[in-house]
């Protein structure tokens, strides 16, 4: 066992004020045991990032930072998306030299007892600690039927991602160091994680339903997050425009055979029909996916050579 360290935990927050009491009074509780029975030291923290919410998120925030010296907060111009919040406590842990940093939502759907777990891991001498969920049971059958897809999704397409791993996970300020390294705008962060190697373990923790207040998560932002995630990590599309053409040259060619044998041999053959309907139909149909897809990681390359910062940090408060 290494000696007491400090912890930042680190929630991301966009228009939470509905469940920012019960969370402040949950992680309060939390942090209080964890200081009290000699986890961590008193020096630890609770972050809050406002993700630029339109309500009471960021005035609550900072009241809470008033009153409780343990707590802290950040507010973000304007909303930047989860994956961009998250990175700005990351960012603000390893700025103040924290020995490890936990992320969870704001929502307390996962049980926030796991970080005393987790803790316990980092203590151990591990510098990467993912949270696996246990079970589904609290998601809808839309949400449980698309995660898992998606998940099998991307290893099916060569990305090496954990099972049921969302963003709540222990990293070593070590592991923040590495991870600030990397300068991509199209943050899928539970991807990045895997790049940096390092010690990792896991640990398990129970869901509930969210307790106020509705997801944050649109199905416009899921979307393009798991979009986000393919097009990140792999060059599968791509592979898949090739194997398409592929596939369609070699139907092209049988076709073609058959064409020549209803010419040569039959009195069906309808003159031209063939030899123009067909390619039309394929190789339209081709082109377009494959200037879609090609279309898509210019629109990255063009994200990033911008190279705009992630965020704006407005105010801070301690
Ligand atoms: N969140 C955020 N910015 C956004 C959307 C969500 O910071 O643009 C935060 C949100 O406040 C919560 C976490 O991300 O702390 C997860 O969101 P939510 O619980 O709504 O997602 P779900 O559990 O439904 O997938
Ligand atoms: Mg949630």
């Known amino acids: 066992m290494s000696t007491l360290p400090t912890l930042a935990i680190v929630i991301p927050c966009y228009n939470e004020e509905e469940v920012l009491p019960e969370t402040v009074k949950r992680l309060g509780e939390l942090y209080t045991r964890l200081v009290n029975t000699h986890k961590i030291l008193g020096k630890s923290y609770i972050v809050f990032v406002d993700d630029g919410s339109q309500d009471a ?10 009153t409780y010296p343990f707590i802290k907060g950040i507010k973000l111009s304007k909303n930047e998306g989860h994956q961009h919040a998250l990175l700005a406590g990351m960012a603000y842990a390893h700025r103040t030299h924290t020995d490890c940093m936990v992320s969870l939502d704001a929502d307390l759907q996962q049980d926030p ?22 079970d589904r049971e609290s998601d809808s059958f839309f949400k449980k039927m698309t995660a898992e897809g998606y998940y099998t999704l991307m290893h099916f397409m060569g990305v090496d991602i954990e099972f049921n791993h969302a963003d709540y996970r222990l990293m070593s300020y070590k592991a923040l160091s590495f991870f600030l390294q990397f300068k991509e705008r199209n943050l899928f962060i539970r991807g990045m ?10 640990v398990y923790f129970k869901t509930t339903e969210r307790f106020a207040g509705e997801s944050k998560y649109t199905l416009k932002k899921m979307l393009s997050f798991a979009w986000s995630g393919i097009t990140s990590f792999s060059l599968f599309p791509l592979k898949l425009i090739t194997i398409t053409g592929f596939i369609i040259f070699l139907g092209s060619i049988v076709l073609s055979l058959d064409v020549l044998y209803t010419v040569y041999f ?30 898509e990681y210019i629109g990255k390359i063009y994200a990033e050579t911008k190279g ?6 407005e105010e801070e408060v301690a």
């Open 113 to 134: 007892d796991a970080v005393e777990v987790m803790v316990e891991k980092y203590r151990e001498g591990y510098e990467v600690v993912l949270g696996i969920r246990e």
């Open 266 to 295: 039959t009195n069906e053959a309808v003159p031209g029909w063939a030899s123009t309907v067909l390619p039309l139909y394929f190789i339209g149909g081709i082109q377009l996916l494959a200037l879609g897809v090609i279309g």
């Open 193 to 202: 994680i895997k790049l940096i190697g390092l010690k990792t373990t896991k």
């Open 308 to 313: 705009r910062p992630h965020y704006f940090i």
């Open 57 to 66: 998120t960021w005035e609550m925030i900072s009241s809470y930072a008033d």
